[in-house]
């Protein structure tokens, strides 16, 4: 058990809906990280929050946007859904500002599914 | 652009064999990698890191090497348990990006008892 927390686990939703995910990084770390896992792919950078504020985007789409809250939890928000957005999302966090040089805790993600 | 590549999807070894994982990175900045393991339906689970300044690390069956030179690190297992059937997943990471990791597609490893 990493200690980070990621809710809903399955999601299963139509095209143009909206959904959010939810994730609670371990006690104490302050970082959280989201990551876009698509069939056959590996795990894409979306964005890194570190204690409420936005520190780094990766390839997220603008239709996408996430927010970390002073408890530290972080919400995922999708919108405008299209098939392509079917994949794992998996949140992850770490005690530094930086990953680097220190490894992520990854929670078990959310797979959604968009039909 | 995939910066990290694992080039093989999936791996079979004996059991008590030697299991060698390999990945190839290409941005010279990358000083510091990872191997993960996932098991389905978990997250990645952080297995062992090596940083540039060394070419060697070893954590019990688990070691990881890197070649600079060669732009390739690659994870030994020694000996292979059928427990150790997963997906690995190396990361690689630069001071200049710290916040960000790049992950390679991952190989499915088979140790057969």
């Known amino acids: 058990d990493s200690g980070v927390t990621q809710t809903p686990k399955h999601l299963i939703t139509a095209t143009g809906q909206r959904v959010t995910l939810r994730c609670s990084p371990r006690?104490?770390?302050?970082?959280v990280y989201w990551y876009q896992q698509s069939l056959d792919q590996g795990l894409q950078f979306l964005i890194h929050?570190?204690?409420?504020?936005?520190?780094a985007k990766g390839n997220i789409l603008e239709r996408f946007s996430a927010q970390q809250f002073p408890d530290l939890h972080s919400e995922l928000n999708l919108s405008s859904l299209e098939l392509g957005d079917s994949a794992l999302y998996f949140c992850?966090?770490?005690?530094?500002?930086?990953?680097?040089?220190?490894?992520?805790?990854f929670g078990n993600g959310t797979r959604l599914t968009v039909t | 652009d995939q910066q990290v590549k694992q080039n093989s999807p999936s791996l079979s070894v004996q059991e008590g064999r030697i299991s060698i994982l390999n990945c190839d990175y290409t941005?010279?900045?990358?000083?510091?990698f990872l191997w993960y393991k996932k098991y389905p339906a978990e997250g990645p689970t952080f297995l062992i890191s090596?940083?540039?300044?060394?070419d060697k690390n070893e954590d019990g069956r688990f070691t990881v090497f890197l070649n600079k030179s060669a732009k390739h690190l690659s994870l030994h297992i020694v000996p292979s348990q059928p427990g150790d059937s997963a997906v690995y997943f190396c990361?690689?990471?630069?001071?200049?990006?710290?916040?960000?990791?790049?992950f390679g597609t991952g190989t499915s490893l088979t140790v057969i008892p």
């Open positions: 941005n010279s900045m990358f000083d510091y």
């Open positions: 929050y570190y204690n409420g504020e936005e520190r």
């Open positions: 990361a690689a990471s630069a001071m200049e990006t710290g916040n960000q990791f790049y």
């Open positions: 992850a966090s770490s005690v530094d500002f930086s990953s680097y040089n220190s490894p992520l805790h």
């Open positions: 090596i940083s540039s300044i060394k």
């Open positions: 006690s104490g770390d302050l970082s």
